[in-house]
């Protein structure tokens, strides 16, 4: 029962990874950062140094940036399966004893997936996507 649960949390999980935190909120810390300027009616993308991603989506980032576009998406899945993955995990590990994991890699695994870090623009994907494509 615990591993169907786990494999329904991690793909409800890696859903809500990609399509609303990895798309609709990366957008907001990129225009945090000046990444994305309004004026008006005008938008500027990509008038900052850094920008901000979690570091499952770090592989992405560095594909794209290298001009690897299809490996890029598939780490991009990939990112968001083990945010997914790593959320459902923590939440079934709450019922048991060991929460946290042998030094503590369910913590860092979710931290992986759901954290903002902040690193040079061209490596996060968003800016791949807002300005160089």
């Known amino acids: 029962m615990r591993e169907l649960a786990l494999v329904v949390g991690t793909i409800v999980f890696a859903v809500v990874h990609f399509l609303w ?3 609709v909120v990366a957008f907001r810390p ?3 950062s000046g990444g994305i300027q309004h ?10 140094d850094w920008a901000w991603t979690v570091p499952a989506h770090l592989p992405a980032g560095l594909s ?27 939440l079934l590990a709450l019922r048991g004893r060991s929460v946290l994991g042998r030094r503590r890699w369910r913590l860092w695994l979710f931290l992986a997936g759901w954290v903002w870090v902040p690193v040079p623009a061209p490596v996060s994907w968003v800016y791949q996507w807002t300005v160089v494509y």
């Open 39 to 48: 004026e008006g009616r005008l938008t500027h993308y990509g008038t900052s």
């Open 30 to 32: 990129w225009e945090l």
């Open 21 to 23: 935190y990895s798309r």
């Open 64 to 90: 794209f940036s290298v001009g690897l576009g299809g490996p890029g998406i598939l780490f991009l899945f990939a990112g968001s399966l083990a945010a997914g993955f790593a959320a459902a995990e923590l």
